[in-house]
């Protein structure tokens, strides 16, 4: 990990909205650092980013997450307390052609209330009370630029943000290289050394409840399907705060099917999806139909290998963080946030001292 910058911790940029970066803005607002928060979206969440139909909320990114990690194990218990959260599933399957059997998950899985992007819009909110920060949704920035008083940001149509003294990226490192590329040597290596997977989501609500699946419960909530194309699926109207809504279903596709497939039409994706769904049911049960479908892709859904590097920083001020450098979590994305935000913190107090001890 290379050195933080000596630069006063005063006024960062941090780009990307989703989980990382909003932990990240909490933190260092929480400590009196002036945050601004960029992100391409129309709103916050990145992966935990939830599809809103007139009849339906769907979850396309992540279905649900664990806790490992102490720290993020408090901030669920906030989150639990205040109802922004609950376990789910409670009943999981694996599923085949051959039948479904129960699958015996040994972490306990919590999803957001009443959809997954409430946790991520409750840290958008809470990092807004804070004095001194911002957010600009629809925001796509492609530009850094280096000036004497500190970091300027440039978007899509041309506008300026800034001066910064420091900039924090939580996007995908591929979407991260052109940014930092004419300026750190050392941070455009790490993007380029960590490949990103892809993966299509896709969804569909149904005019009628499924049936019972062969060997299975009427109450299942997840399944784990083996099938080349399909990964997992998951039942939207199971999870909590979203009983009155009809049968809608996630499914998930492996991540080698996604990328053979990564440039198809998303109709042609979700058709095939289903199709895969329906082979774990006996031939000839008689399912119900799709109201309406599609398919979302995720070009870069997770790293190809985890990495032992939460974040990292260069000495002219720029870092990177996200779950793009470890394991694809929840947590891992607000694990890294979090820590990045706190490097910075205890760097900024040690080179306070540091000047303070050196007047004397």
Same mark, same amino acid.
């Given at each position: 990990?290379?050195?933080?910058?000596?630069?006063?911790?005063?006024?960062?940029?941090?780009? !990307?909205?989703?989980?990382? !970066?909003?932990? *990240?803005?909490?933190?260092?607002? =929480?400590?009196?650092?002036?945050?601004?928060?960029?992100?391409?979206?129309? !709103?916050?969440?990145?992966?935990? @980013?939830?599809?809103?139909?007139?009849?339906?909320?769907?979850?396309?990114?992540?279905?649900?997450?664990?806790?490992?990690?102490?720290?993020?194990?408090?901030?669920?218990?906030?989150?639990?307390?205040?109802?922004?959260?609950?376990?789910?599933?409670?009943?999981?399957?694996?599923?085949?052609? @051959?039948?479904?059997?129960?699958?015996?998950?040994?972490?306990?899985?919590?999803?957001?209330?009443?959809?997954?992007?409430?946790?991520?819009?409750?840290?958008?909110?809470?990092?807004?009370?804070?004095?001194?920060?911002?957010?600009?949704?629809?925001?796509?920035?492609?530009?850094?630029?280096?000036?004497?008083?500190?970091?300027?940001?440039?978007?899509?149509?041309?506008?300026?943000? !800034? %001066?910064?003294?420091?900039?924090?990226?939580?996007? &995908? &490192?591929?979407?991260?290289?052109?940014?930092?590329?004419?300026?750190?040597?050392?941070?455009?290596?790490?993007?380029?050394?960590?490949?990103?997977?892809?993966?299509? +989501? +896709?969804?569909?609500?149904?005019?009628?409840?499924?049936?019972?699946?062969?060997?299975?419960?009427?109450?299942?909530?997840?399944?784990?399907?083996?099938? %080349?194309?399909?990964?997992?699926?998951?039942?939207?109207?199971?999870?909590?705060?979203?009983?009155?809504?009809? =049968?809608?279903?996630?499914?998930?596709?492996?991540?080698?099917?996604?990328?053979?497939?990564?440039?198809?039409?998303?109709?042609?994706?979700? +058709?095939?999806?289903?199709?895969?769904?329906?082979?774990?049911? %006996?031939?000839?049960?008689?399912?119900?139909?799709?109201?309406?479908?599609?398919?979302?892709?995720?070009?870069?859904?997770?790293?190809?290998?985890?990495?032992?590097?939460?974040?990292?920083? @260069?000495?002219?001020?720029?870092?990177? *963080?996200?779950? @793009?450098?470890?394991?694809?979590?929840?947590?891992?994305?607000?694990?890294?946030?979090?820590?990045?935000?706190?490097?910075?913190?205890?760097?900024?107090?040690?080179?306070?001292?540091?000047?303070?001890?050196?007047?004397?």
């Amino acid at each position: 990990m290379t050195t933080v910058t000596s630069a006063p911790l005063s006024n960062v940029a941090v780009v !990307g909205a989703g989980m990382a !970066g909003l932990a *990240c803005a909490n933190r260092l607002a =929480e400590h009196g650092v002036a945050v601004t928060v960029f992100d391409k979206a129309r !709103g916050p969440g990145g992966r935990m @980013s939830t599809k809103r139909l007139d009849q339906a909320q769907l979850d396309l990114g992540a279905q649900a997450f664990t806790v490992r990690d102490p720290a993020f194990r408090d901030a669920v218990a906030d989150w639990l307390s205040s109802g922004l959260v609950a376990p789910w599933p409670i009943v999981s399957y694996q599923a085949s052609s @051959s039948g479904w059997q129960l699958h015996h998950d040994p972490h306990t899985r919590y999803t957001g209330v009443p959809r997954m992007s409430a946790v991520t819009r409750h840290l958008a909110d809470r990092f807004q009370t804070y004095p001194q920060t911002a957010l600009h949704l629809a925001t796509r920035i492609e530009a850094l630029q280096r000036s004497p008083n500190g970091w300027q940001l440039q978007d899509a149509q041309g506008r300026g943000y !800034g %001066p910064f003294d420091h900039v924090v990226l939580t996007t &995908p &490192p591929p979407q991260a290289l052109p940014l930092v590329a004419p300026w750190e040597t050392t941070l455009a290596e790490a993007c380029r050394a960590r490949d990103q997977r892809s993966c299509w +989501a +896709a969804w569909a609500v149904l005019d009628a409840t499924l049936p019972t699946p062969p060997g299975g419960q009427s109450d299942w909530q997840m399944a784990r399907i083996d099938h %080349p194309a399909l990964r997992l699926v998951s039942r939207n109207q199971t999870k909590p705060g979203r009983e009155r809504q009809p =049968e809608s279903l996630s499914l998930m596709a492996h991540l080698d099917w996604s990328e053979t497939h990564l440039e198809d039409d998303p109709q042609a994706v979700a +058709a095939l999806l289903w199709a895969a769904f329906t082979a774990s049911f %006996p031939a000839g049960t008689p399912l119900p139909l799709r109201v309406t479908s599609s398919a979302h892709r995720w070009r870069y859904a997770q790293p190809s290998t985890a990495d032992d590097q939460l974040y990292l920083y @260069s000495d002219s001020g720029l870092a990177m *963080c996200g779950d @793009s450098f470890t394991a694809s979590r929840v947590e891992s994305a607000w694990v890294s946030g979090t820590q990045s935000a706190q490097a910075l913190i205890d760097r900024s107090v040690h080179n306070r001292a540091s000047s303070s001890h050196s007047n004397k």
